[in-house]
């Protein structure tokens, strides 16, 4: 799975993408989020308040419960405000 991060988060976990293979039991977004907080101090912190972290997965927005697949890509970034 291919996991993209922008603007803050991409500096708090500290890189702009990866490439991952999910453990079995992460089935959903929810379960690819609370498995990334795990993953060091930068992801938990970024992590933190997911009311400010946007989900794209194949660059479609989706809510918590959407279904992952192997080969998704995943984007993580704060909610963009146009103007």
Do not use: K
């Amino acid at each position: 799975m291919r996991l993209l991060y922008f603007a803050w988060l991409r500096t708090r976990i500290g890189c702009a993408e990866e490439e991952v293979a999910l453990p079995s039991e992460v089935r959903d977004v929810a379960g690819l989020l609370d498995w990334l907080r795990t993953r060091g101090t930068g992801y938990s912190e970024a992590l933190r308040d997911l009311r400010v972290v946007r989900v794209a997965v194949n660059q479609d927005y989706v809510g918590p419960e959407h279904p992952l697949r192997e080969g998704d890509e995943v984007a993580l970034f704060p909610p963009v405000t146009g103007g």
